[in-house]
Structure formats: C-alpha cells, structure tokens
C-alpha cells in the first residue's frame, strides 16, 4: 500500500489519531515566510497532522515538476500553512455556530405564519423582518465565528480578548437581530432604536478588534485581501443600515429607497460575497482536495467586486443621465465578477478526484445558485424585466438562500467536526484517552439527509415568488426542517465534545451517536 493511502486508511479507522499530538509542533518557532515553507507540493502540517494528512492534504495538483520552480504554485502554498497551536478556545467559535440555524428557523416560522404575503414585494415589513433574520441572524452569526477561528489560524491575528470579545459580539448581534425583526413586524421606533445600539455595539467591537491586526499583514494573500475588503464592505453595510433604520427610529427625511438598495449590496455583495470568496481561497483546495484557485482571479476579484459597488453607490445618487448608464454597466460587471468566481469554483470542483460527499453537494449547489442569481441580476437591466416584482425576490432567495445558507453549511459540517476532534485530542492527550473519527462526530448521514432538506427548500423558495400562494408554506416547512437537522447535527457534535471532555465513562457512548 502506498503511504498517503495508507496513512488514509488510518485516519478513517481512527488508528492514526490514537498518538497524543504533540504540545508544542516541530515548527511552531519557524517564521511564517516564503522562506520557510516547504516544497510547494508538500504542505505543512501543524498540531493535527494525522488528521490533516489522513484528509490528503498533500494536494497532488501542485506536485508535478512543471509547477516545483512556479511562483504562482508558491503563493498558493503560502495561502495554505495554517497554525492551529494558534487556535482560540472551542467556545468561542461555538456559540457562533449553535446559534445561527435557531434564527433560520424563525425564519421559517415566520414565513410559515404570513405565508405569501412575504413574497408579494420586497418592501413589505415581514419579508424585511425574514431577510434579516436570514442575513444578520444566520449568516452574519455564523461569518463573524468563522471569521474569528480563521484570522487566529490562517492569518495569524491574535485577537483581544478573544473570550469576552466573542460574548459580547454574541450578544449584541443576536439581540439586536430580534429587536430588529421585532421593529420591522410592529413599527415600533422603539425596538428600531435598541436594535442601533446593539448592532453598533456589536459590529463596531467587532471590526475594531479585528482590523487592528488585519492590516498590519505586511504580505497579503488574496485571502487576507478579501477579507480585509470584506471587514470594509461590513462597515459601509453598519454605516448604511443605521442611516436607514434611523429613518424608522426617528422622524428624519432621508432617501430611504436609495440608502437600503446600497445596504443591500454591499451586505449581500461585499461583506457576504466577499468573505465567502476569501475562504474559498482556502477551504476548497483544502477540503475538497481540488487545484487551487488561479492567481490571477485572486489579484483582481475582490478589487473588482469593491470598486464596482462604489460605482454602483454613486449611480444611486447620481443625476439622471449619469445613472442610466453607470448603474447597467456596475451591474455588468458585478455580475460578470461574480459568474467568474462561480464558474471557476465549478471547475475546480469538477476536477476533484475524490468522490463528491454532503459538502462538495453543498458547494455545487452554493455555485449553481449564483451563476443563477448572477444571471438574473443582469437580466434584471433589461427594461422590459426591470418592473418584474418577482425578479428581484427570486434572486434574493437564490444568493441568500442558494449561495450563501448552502455554502455556510457545507463549511459548518467541516469546521464544527474538525474543530471538536481538534480540542479534543489536545484535550485527551495527557489521559490517555483517543478522541473519536471526525467521521463519528458528524457523520455522513446526518449531513445528507440535511442536504437533502435544504435543497427541496431552496426549490420551493426560489419558485415561490412565481407562485407564493401555492409554494409559500409548504417552503416554509421544508426551510424549517432542513434548518431543525443542522440545528440537530451541531448540538450532537457539541454533545459529543461535553461528554468526552467531562466524563471518561461518556467515550463508548460519545463516538456512536444517533444516524
């Protein structure tokens, strides 16, 4: 047998993770330069490197000679050294993540309670309420813990107070998302002015705590770049917001249309689009044992991305004849940006010789929404299409339903067991106890079973603007359903943590949960 599949075979069986991982790493003093890294070809494990090379993390597409002496092949393996001994403590990503699917399914329950009202206009106070539930609630919930767990251990960044700065922003952000959706349900101006303060509160501590060390990385990867532009767009999405919900808190004359269409793009565009192509960079050739990305698109996507919007936010406000030419061509080449990246994340995909599991499924169906999205958005500069009230509602529900809810669970199902397994054996290592196979903690039946929901949703969701008296609640239900089992599945990965960490007693039980 050959020693990659045999150190495979290992991991699966959990016979490769019964060594107490070490508690310094052999390179944890070597500096993180070009210098140091190894062979392009050969990535450099740290703590978990049983695990991380029973996951073939050896990537066999930067391995030929034609690509030993390329810069580009280099770059791209300094986008991959990862230093995990810097990695915060479990809880502080893991509240992050138990929480978010609870707001998805208000989501569903809301949208469930009005039914197809919430898919009559865009501007109607429930759909507003289950937009945010769906942006703030989950995906922002779930972005910021990942955003934490990955400057800590892709860029290095070590955050202050990595524990009370997590239950602080915990906080603020989930209840300010309620008092939000509380606001918009009853046009209280109340609940629109305790939900400014938590948010501010909540975002302000959070992009101060992280651009402090963010910008100080001397050497950007395209990773560093687009998160450092995705923080941007979080603080023009902050900014944009409060102006608008001030307008529902306070009697102030402001241009509420055009400020919330700008809040809406750089939220959906910048902050969650961007962040999610930055993590990509990363996660894709990583987990899904793919090529990486070109260095080309990581050069100049994001910069597209950002300077697009900025013209798309001054067409807003632009007299007439600036805006009919400006907003089509920036919605031109946001789309053309964002099929790009769609199109080459497919590719890579495609090229994975692995067969695909739950979370490959995710990330393919995360891409064909939005190719889907993107194409709408530009069938939606066509003058005879741009009325059409259900165009935009469909392709809000394919990149925010189809794009970005696919691809936070596809990530969730690698992050969460991972990050369990990893606390784990550093845990057990002195007591000479084995933490149980990342494949136990969630297996790969309960993600697709979930798979499966979330996709008979995003069906129903993305046809029901066509036909919301028909398919409004039974998405609902099926939006719930799928957001119940990742609820589920995260609380057992957790369990398992708890119970392995507390009692010795707990381990038979622990590494054979329910399927």
Known sequence: MRPGAARTARARDGS?????????????????????????????????????????????????????????????AMQRVLSFEQSPPLSVPLRFFLSAPLFALLAALLLLWHGPDAFASRWLPATLALTHLLTLGFLS????????????????????????????????????????????????????????????????????????????VAQPTPTVTAIRLALAGLAVTVVLGAAAA??????????????????????????????????????????????????????????????????????????????????????LVL????????????????????????????????????????????????????????????????????????????MLYKIVPFLAWYHLQNRLAGQGRKAPNVRQIITEEMAGRQFYAHLAALALMTAAPLWPHLLARPAALAFGVSAGWLAYNLAQAARIYRQMSLSPDNCASARHPES
């Open 335 to 410: 789309g053309l940006a964002f099929l790009a990246f769609g199109v080459t994340t497919l590719r890579l995909l495609q090229k994975r010789k692995r067969p695909p599991d739950t979370t490959t499924r995710f990330w393919r169906t995360s891409m064909a929404s939005l190719l889907a999205a993107a194409l709408l958005g530009l069938a939606g500069q066509w003058p005879d299409l741009a009325q059409a009230q259900w165009l935009p509602l469909m392709a809000g529900v394919l990149f925010i339903v189809g794009f970005a809810c696919s691809v936070v669970n596809g």
């Open 141 to 216: 919930m779930t972005m910021v813990g990942a955003l934490i767990q990955i400057l800590q251990v892709v860029v290095g960044i070590d955050l202050p107070w990595p524990r009370g700065s997590a239950a602080f922003v915990h906080a603020m952000l989930a209840l300010g998302t309620l008092l939000l959706a509380t606001g918009f349900l009853s046009s209280g101006p109340t609940a629109f002015r305790l939900a400014l303060i938590c948010l501010l509160a909540g975002f302000l501590w959070l992009l101060a705590a992280c651009a402090i060390g963010l910008w100080r």
């Open 246 to 331: 001030s307008v529902f808190a306070w009697p102030l004359q402001l241009p509420v249309i055009e400020i919330t269409n700008a809040h809406a793009a750089w939220g959906l565009l910048a902050w969650v689009g961007l962040l999610t192509i930055g993590v990509a960079y990363q996660v894709v050739p990583m987990f899904q044992v793919t090529p990486t990305y070109p260095p080309r698109l990581g050069r100049w996507l994001s910069w597209t991305i950002v300077l697009a919007l900025l013209a798309f936010s001054v067409s807003l406000g632009a007299f007439t004849g600036l805006r009919g030419w400006l907003q089509p061509a920036s919605a």
């Open 16 to 76: 490769a993770l019964a060594a107490p991982a070490a508690a310094t790493p052999a390179h944890a003093d070597r500096p993180r330069t070009a210098a140091a890294l190894p062979h392009p070809g050969q990535q450099r494990l740290c703590a978990p490197d049983q695990f991380l090379a029973g996951l073939s993390l050896r990537n066999p597409y930067l391995e030929s000679p034609a690509r030993r002496l390329n810069p580009a092949a280099r770059e791209c």
